[in-house]
């Protein structure tokens, strides 16, 4: 009988292997066995498909990817291969919209968020009922344009937002998620309360300020370094109805610069709480002023929009800034009716130095307003032009390299590369961000995001990333102490200058969390186990 029983598992081990393909030499053959074995495809379709990202820019095939229907699969299969002879790496991919590989498992297995259930109601439940806490419990795989839908219901919104919300929560909270709300609100990470997360050791753990906090605060910005994360509980308040939103050009960037200043800066302060608040949003762009499509996609939404006069402006200074701002209201709310909104913005709008006849004003609801990206996502793949080559440089600038900024990399470095996407510029302040999280920015009070977001249409996307290593070596040449955003680095000692003083404390969490270095292997920051 002992034979019989011999046989029979060899055979069902067989017919497993039939079904998901050939088995590939990097993973540990007796993988198969566990009861999970039926939620992993090694074939080359499922593979292809979790090979490429956004960025375009590489192509990397992991051995396996593996469909979870619960977090407790995504727990078995990383405490399985911790505790293999032959471990594996693994890494969540949410919406693959990382620029450069990050979602990549080279040889190991991609777990296909979505898979626990993107979209559904029970994996995105809004708490409303305590109005001095309310909040959403969101599995990690959802997109935040789910959230903002299922909040939305209950006249509710979380206060702080990506540009573009085809993104999931996992994905955004392992790096910050910033936008034009971030000055008031702090990133998306500073609006968390508490986290569901598996560890590299396959342990389930909540984690909050108050439990497991060293693991809450080292997962949040922590580049999915110290666990997958499989729920987190975000702050919710009330939704406005509507947003008075505007764009005013500029063509001095010292006005630009200190007009941006004032407004995070009266947004905060007692006097404008008292008449409702300043603008809720602030961002701002350098503009490109061919108005081309792909030099726009961001603006393609905004009603009177002269791109005509705008591009004269343009092609009389060299180079144009655009201020964005907006102010929500709503017909309840008493702090700000649609009965004072008008006079609001205009006294506002009265202490700016724009240039003047240069202020566009667009009146929209709420939603919107937050999901206004994907307009343009929509007009350019419409053109076949969204899924191209997007060699991106995110970066954080301190304030005291701005001039320099302007003068070195858009009056020239960039002087000639109007078409080639969106250069966005404005400002956040440090004391909105949490030391203890593991995003990295720079060390002065106010500093600002810049995103270089190139569209490679033309197939030239190594003349650009040319020009990103040359904005780069500019910045270090002058001396300019940048972080980036969304980083990514080829050797361990780039990334320990880029952590700085906090590299000891990022690879103490590593060892306790995920000793092994299993976990999100395509950032390249680990490689072998500590
Ligand atoms: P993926 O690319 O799938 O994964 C990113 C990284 O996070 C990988 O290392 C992955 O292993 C890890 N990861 C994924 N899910 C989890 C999880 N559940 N737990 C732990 N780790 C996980 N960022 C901003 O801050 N502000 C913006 O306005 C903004 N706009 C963007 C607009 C576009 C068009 C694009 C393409 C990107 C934008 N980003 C923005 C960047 C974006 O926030 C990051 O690239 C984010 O990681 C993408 O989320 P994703 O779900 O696609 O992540």
């Known amino acids: 009988s002992f034979l019989i029983v011999i046989f029979l598992v060899i055979t069902s081990l067989m017919s497993i292997v039939s079904q998901i393909g050939p088995w590939p030499g990097a993973l540990p053959q007796d993988l198969v066995a566990i009861d999970l074995a039926a939620k992993l495809r090694l074939d080359s379709h499922a593979t292809a498909l979790v090979s490429t990202d956004f960025g375009g820019l590489t192509q990397v095939a992991p051995a396996a990817v593996f469909y979870p229907s619960s977090p407790h699969d995504i727990a078995v299969l990383v405490q399985f291969s911790y505790s293999s002879s032959r471990p594996f790496t693994v890494a969540p991919r949410g919406?693959?919209?990382?620029?450069?590989?990050?979602?990549?498992?080279?040889?190991?297995?991609?777990?296909?968020?979505?898979?626990?259930?993107?979209?559904?109601?029970?994996?995105?439940?809004?708490?409303?009922?305590?109005?001095?806490?309310?909040?959403?419990?969101?599995?990690?795989?959802?997109?935040?344009?789910?959230?903002?839908?299922?909040?939305?219901?209950?006249?509710?919104?979380?206060?702080?937002?990506?540009?573009?919300?085809?993104?999931?929560?996992?994905?955004?909270?392992?790096?910050?998620?910033?936008?034009?709300?971030?000055?008031?609100?702090?990133?998306?990470?500073?609006?968390?309360?508490?986290?569901?997360?598996?560890?590299?050791?396959?342990?389930?753990?909540?984690?909050?300020?108050?439990?497991?906090?060293?693991?809450?605060?080292?997962?949040?910005?922590?580049?999915g370094q110290f666990g997958i994360i499989t729920r987190a509980r975000i702050a919710l308040e009330p939704a406005p109805q509507r947003v008075r939103w505007v764009r005013l050009i500029y063509d001095d960037f010292g006005a630009f610069t200190r007009d941006q200043e004032r407004l995070i800066a009266i947004s905060a302060s007692w006097e404008s709480k008292k008449k409702g608040g300043g603008f809720d949003y602030v961002e701002g762009s350098v503009l490109a002023a061919d108005g081309s499509p792909i030099g726009s996609w961001r603006s393609s939404s905004f009603a009177g929009w002269d791109a005509e006069r705008i591009a004269r402006l343009g092609a009389q200074h060299g180079v144009i800034y655009c201020l964005e701002g907006a102010m929500y209201y709503d017909s309840v709310r008493a702090s700000r009716s649609w009965v004072v909104v008008d006079e609001e913005l205009e006294l506002l709008l009265e202490e700016l130095s724009f240039v003047p006849g240069f202020a566009f004003t667009n009146d929209v609801s709420y939603e919107r307003f937050l999901d206004r990206v994907h307009d343009g996502e929509l007009k350019l793949r419409s053109m076949g032009l969204w899924d191209v080559p997007h060699p991106w440089l995110n970066i954080f600038l301190p304030k005291s390299g701005i001039q320099d900024f302007n003068s070195g990399v858009f009056k020239k470095i960039l002087k000639h590369n109007e078409s080639t996407g969106p250069i966005l510029f404005y400002p956040l302040n440090k004391n909105k961000w949490d030391e203890r999280m593991s995003s990295v920015i720079p060390d002065e009070e106010i500093f600002y995001s810049i995103g270089l977001l190139w569209s490679a249409i033309m197939d030239d996307w190594e003349y650009l990333e040319n020009l990103n290593m040359e904005i780069i070596q500019f910045c270090d040449q002058k001396g300019i102490k940048y972080k980036q955003y969304l980083p990514h680095y080829l050797s361990q000692e780039d990334w320990m200058k880029h952590f700085g003083p906090r590299w000891d404390k990022f690879v103490e969490m590593k060892r306790k969390y995920d000793p092994k270095a299993l976990l999100s292997p395509g950032q390249k920051i680990f490689t072998t186990s500590l």
């Open 95 to 223: 919406h693959g919209h990382s620029i450069r590989g990050q979602a990549f498992a080279p040889d190991g297995v991609v777990i296909d968020m979505p898979s626990l259930g993107r979209g559904r109601a029970d994996r995105i439940i809004v708490h409303s009922d305590d109005s001095s806490f309310r909040y959403v419990d969101a599995g990690g795989e959802q997109l935040w344009i789910d959230v903002l839908h299922a909040a939305l219901e209950h006249g509710l919104s979380p206060p702080s937002w990506t540009d573009y919300l085809y993104l999931t929560v996992g994905g955004t909270l392992s790096n910050a998620g910033v936008s034009g709300q971030a000055f008031r609100h702090g990133p998306q990470i500073s609006n968390v309360y508490e986290l569901d997360v598996i560890t590299g050791k396959g342990e389930m753990v909540t984690c909050s300020r108050d439990y497991n906090s060293e693991l809450f605060y080292a997962v949040l910005g922590g580049l």
